[in-house]
């Protein structure tokens, strides 16, 4: 299990709280309007219409579409860590659980269809995101992800480096092939040739 190379109950423990399960329709309803409309064309009236409630509960529940943005980014992200946590790796080394627990981040994130949309058709939405929120949200995801890494290394499973800038290198890795994407056939490779190097132990 990939659990056993990388902890992820430690990476969920390191994420915002997710949205309470009673959420999860108003976040579906967000999400095929997301998807349907673009987030810069989806109102808080568009997912009530979806639903086939009034504006003022989706407001009361939800809030605006920016906070849809939030909730269903962070119910994604707790998904994303299931997914990855229950897979099973044909894999020897911790180097190769790595490559495949990103391809398989990469390649979620690539195919979520609001993240097909935006990119697809609100391509103006990019810029200011790569501005005003990238920096941090690498700095947060890689300070999430940096204990896992020190685990791994501490059990011998991964080469001893320095694990935030090890972090915060496959985070932006991560980040540059989910929004200049490589054929879904293609990821795996990429990162093994460039992630292996770096994570494999040197033979001694």
Known sequence: MAAQVLPLPVLQER?????PPELDPYLDAAARCFARHGIARTSVQDVARDMGINRATVYRKVGTVDDMV??????ELYALT????????KADTGPAVVV???????RHARNHPVMRKVLTD?????????????PDAVRQVAERITPALKWAQRNGALARRD????????????????????PDDEV??????VLTPALKKERR
């Open 100 to 106: 495949r627990l990103v391809a398989t981040v990469v």
């Open 82 to 89: 299931t997914v990855v946590a229950g897979l099973e790796l």
């Open 70 to 75: 939030r909730l269903l980014a962070a119910r």
């Open 163 to 182: 694990p935030t800038i090890l972090a915060e290198w496959v985070v932006r890795i991560a980040a540059s092939l989910i929004l200049d994407p490589l």
């Open 15 to 19: 994420l915002p709280p997710a949205p």
């Open 122 to 134: 609100e391509p103006e939405l990019i810029g200011p995101f790569l501005i005003t929120y990238l």
């Open 188 to 193: 795996e490779s990429f990162l093994s040739e």
